[in-house]
């Protein structure tokens, strides 16, 4: 039997036993942007039709947009994706604290000035660690522009704080006295163990990953910025339960997807949102902080299928591997 004859063979009984099929846009193109927001340069990436429904992708700390580039042709056949970079991250301008206020008050602003921009009406947030922060300040601001909301161990409740931040709270009481959980916070070390976390799986990891951040953290400026938003941070969680009233006042589709080897946000508060939003879809992956590191695939199947159910998309939804 020739050798085509026998792999359609296969294919077909593979198809039979409903073998997962591959997602099919791994080729689409991602495109990359600068515009001035309020008189700083910001960054973006930017893939898939401006018709479709729009998806703003929040990054995390210390990576950049750069975190969502192996989901962006995963989504890019059916959705319209922004990925921007914050100022002080990436690509995007990193004037001196002197010159930008480094509050998530006001990376919250700028991205809204950035959206407005775009003329983008509504979005699903798609929120990572620090886009958390962002995405929440967001929607409490312009509830009627979001659709949707996809958490990524973004935490929002204090049973969601791993035992590292007991040790920040001090720096937050007196950032003086404790310039080593600053020291820590922008070390190599520290990069790394935000991807590897408590993962039994460090072969899946690509340790450019945390170089490449530990090399955007070492740039000029970068610690008195970053040293700013880690002592803001104390007003994140000062805000939880603002964000749990909103979340209980609106009742939106949310996806919570959470990676379990996370030391810093743990499995607690991903459980949490569920008081909030008692209709929300709660996965939690064989994955870290940053858990597209390991379960790109799975986010990409339960992003399509949640979008495809909840709000739609540019095209007419093709099954998804379950």
């Known amino acids: 039997m020739p050798t085509q004859t026998v792999l359609a063979a296969a294919t077909a009984l593979a198809l039979g036993q409903g073998t997962p099929q591959p997602l099919p846009s791994t080729q689409a193109t991602t495109t990359y942007h600068r515009v001035e927001v309020n008189g700083v340069g910001i960054f973006y990436r930017e893939a898939g039709p401006r018709d479709a429904p729009t998806i703003l992708l929040l990054h995390g700390y210390p990576s950049s947009s750069r975190q969502w580039d192996p989901l962006l042709p995963l989504l890019a056949d059916r959705y319209h994706l922004i990925a921007p970079d914050y100022p002080g991250f990436g690509q995007s301008d990193a004037p001196s604290p002197a010159q930008?206020?480094?509050?998530?008050?006001?990376?919250?602003?700028?991205?809204e000035g950035l959206v407005a921009h775009l003329g983008i009406e509504r979005y699903t947030l798609f929120m990572?660690?620090?886009?958390?922060?962002?995405?929440?300040?967001?929607?409490?601001?312009?509830?009627?522009?979001?659709s949707a909301l996809i958490v990524q161990n973004a935490n929002a409740y204090a049973e969601g704080l791993g035992a590292k931040w007991q040790c920040i709270a001090r720096y937050w009481a007196d950032p003086a006295a404790h310039p080593e959980q600053v020291d820590a916070f922008i070390s190599l070390e520290g990069a790394k163990q935000r991807h590897l976390g408590t993962s039994p799986n460090h072969e899946r990891y690509n340790p450019d990953t945390w170089t490449d951040e530990y090399a955007a953290l070492a740039r000029p400026g970068q610690r008195d910025i970053q040293a700013a938003l880690l002592y803001d941070y104390r007003t994140n969680v000062a805000s939880y339960p603002a964000w749990q009233a909103w979340m209980r006042s609106h009742s939106l589709p949310t996806l919570v997807l959470w990676?379990?080897?996370d030391p810093s946000f743990i499995v607690p508060g991903a459980g949490a949102?569920?008081?909030d939003m008692p209709a929300a879809e709660l996965h939690i992956l064989d994955a870290g902080h940053f858990a597209l590191d390991e379960a790109t695939d799975e986010i990409a199947w339960l992003t399509r299928d949640f979008l495809g159910r909840s709000i739609g998309s540019s095209t007419a939804p093709s099954s998804v591997p379950r």
């Open 100 to 111: 930008y206020t480094y509050t998530f008050d006001n990376l919250a602003r700028t991205m």
């Open 128 to 146: 990572q660690d620090y886009g958390g922060p962002v995405g929440f300040r967001m929607a409490r601001a312009h509830p009627e522009r979001v």
């Open 259 to 261: 990676g379990r080897y």
């Open 273 to 275: 949102y569920l008081r």
